[in-house]
């Protein structure tokens, strides 16, 4: 029954260091999105993925890559962190990318100094 | 472009009493709306989901929201809180294109005894 599954939970880095953030869903879902949350501000939709070989730009993209590795799975990449980075991070999947709601892993608490 | 304004960042009400959790929407043609909640530490888990189907929706645990056309509301509302609810609510509407969820930038809802 596990959904959503986000690695790591909790993670520190020093400005410039780079990292990965992985997802994976066992939903079978074929859409996958990648987003940020800072207080105040909602959730923002960094990258996203409608379907397995495909990724485009959400809102907020600079500074991220993605890989849609397989149908399951949905990594974001921090290539060199800066402390504006230092946000929740969140992964969902859903059926479709048209007007199907969202399902959401528990988040990756990122923290960059 | 699609939107949503939730229209108190905290909401504060005695366990037993009713909650109201007011969102306005913007929207260039009929959309698909969402409530999700957030509890500490957690990711968001769907409540309820409006899709044209009946203008009264009902979600999970005594929820339920009302789209109101004329209005462009689509108010949470539960007749009686309980000190679980007690969590972080967030109003959504589908993007333009319908890939993207726009998300208002929450409601705290305080339970006191």
């Known amino acids: 029954n596990a959904g959503v599954t986000q690695t790591p939970k909790f993670q520190v880095l020093k400005t410039g260091q780079s990292m990965t953030l992985q997802c994976a869903q066992d939903m079978n879902h074929n859409s996958m999105y990648w987003y940020r949350q800072d207080p105040g501000m909602g959730l923002r939709l960094i990258y996203y993925?409608?379907?397995?070989?495909?990724?485009d730009k959400g809102e907020v993209p600079n500074g991220y890559n993605v890989s849609r590795l397989n149908k399951r799975e949905f990594s974001l990449r921090l290539e060199s962190a800066a402390p504006s980075q230092t946000s929740v991070y969140f992964c969902?999947?859903?059926?479709?990318?048209?007007?199907?709601?969202?399902?959401f892993g528990d988040g990756t608490r990122l923290s960059i100094l | 472009a699609q939107s949503v304004t939730q229209l108190d960042s905290h909401v504060s009400v005695s366990e037993g009493t009713p909650v109201l959790l007011r969102c306005n929407y913007s929207?260039?043609?009929?959309?698909?709306l969402f409530w999700y909640v957030q509890h500490p530490n957690k990711g968001l888990q769907l409540l309820l989901k409006y899709t044209s189907a009946a203008t009264l929706v009902k979600g999970i645990n005594g929820f339920e929201a009302e789209f109101k056309k004329s209005e462009t509301s689509f108010h949470l509302t539960k007749p009686s809180a309980h000190m679980s609810d007690a969590a972080e609510y967030f109003c959504v509407v589908s993007g333009d294109s319908g890939y993207a969820l726009n998300f208002g930038k929450g409601t705290s809802l305080l339970v006191t005894p």
């Open positions: 969902a999947s859903s059926r479709t990318v048209s007007n199907q709601p969202q399902h």
């Open positions: 993925s409608a379907s397995e070989g495909t990724t």
């Open positions: 929207s260039s043609y009929s959309p698909s």
